[in-house]
């Protein structure tokens, strides 16, 4: 069974840097075809997608953030990190992490698995 | 980034009564790979989305049979043949032609 949590600080402060972990069991990292996310979903607004790590240490990144997301993978840990740097105002929000699992014969490139989410408040 | 557009924004329906989510992108979802990258996620109140539909049509794992999605290109439709009261939130329509990967506004299906 696949699962994913995020933990990070509840409270940050205007400039701070954010670091968020997302902890998963039930899958590997280094497993062909697999990727972990990171989006978020600000109170009451739409979700938005952020960054993506593949088994391949392959990352993509949403340009809107404009370079402050950085995305990194500790295997050994099962653990995803996403760093967000000079956070605002506009970075309050719940974090997920979810998982995908693409292969060449079911090229999916859904988020099947979610973590429950963890809430930042910049202030 | 390619813009997704729901309709409506707010559902109200009654039990047993069906159920349309429209969703428009600004760009074709085809891949070059033959695919068709659209997704559809529930998201109930306080909870994380759940994904219910992959590639236009394709149910996830536990989705039930009331739920089928269609479409082709930038046009595609979330259908619920008899709304059940556990259907309840936000429903969300996603793009996964290319990133960075798109979100709709969300539909807030409302039970009567």
């Known amino acids: 069974q696949i699962t994913l949590k995020e933990s990070g600080p509840t409270l940050v402060k205007p400039t701070q840097t954010l670091t968020l972990t997302c902890t998963f069991s039930?899958?590997?990292?280094?497993?062909?075809?697999?990727?972990v996310a990171w989006l978020r979903q600000p109170p009451g607004k739409a979700l938005e997608w952020l960054t993506l790590?593949?088994?391949?240490?392959?990352?993509w990144y949403n340009p809107s953030l404009k370079g402050r997301l950085t995305i990194a993978s500790d295997t050994s840990r099962n653990q995803v990190l996403l760093t967000v740097t000079n956070v605002g105002p506009e970075d309050s929000a719940t974090y997920y992490c979810a998982h995908r699992h693409s292969v060449t014969s079911r090229p999916v490139r859904a988020f099947a698995i979610w973590g429950p989410g963890t809430t930042v408040t910049v202030s | 980034d390619i813009v997704m557009t729901q309709s409506p924004l707010s559902l109200p329906v009654t039990p047993g009564e069906p159920a349309s989510i429209s969703c428009r992108s600004s760009?074709?979802?085809?891949?070059?790979?033959?695919?068709?990258?659209l997704d559809w996620y529930l998201q109930k109140p306080g909870q994380s989305p759940q994904l219910l539909i992959y590639?236009?049509?394709y149910r996830a794992s536990g989705v039930p049979d009331r739920f089928s999605g269609s479409g082709s290109g930038t046009d595609f439709t979330l259908k619920i043949s008899r709304v059940e009261a556990e259907d309840a939130g936000v429903y969300y329509c996603m793009q996964g032609r290319q990133a960075p990967y798109t979100f709709g506004q969300g539909t807030k299906l409302e039970i009567k």
């Open positions: 039930g899958f590997s990292l280094s497993g062909t075809g697999v990727g």
């Open positions: 590639f236009v049509s």
């Open positions: 760009q074709s979802l085809l891949d070059s790979n033959g695919y068709t990258y």
């Open positions: 790590i593949y088994w391949d240490d392959d990352k």
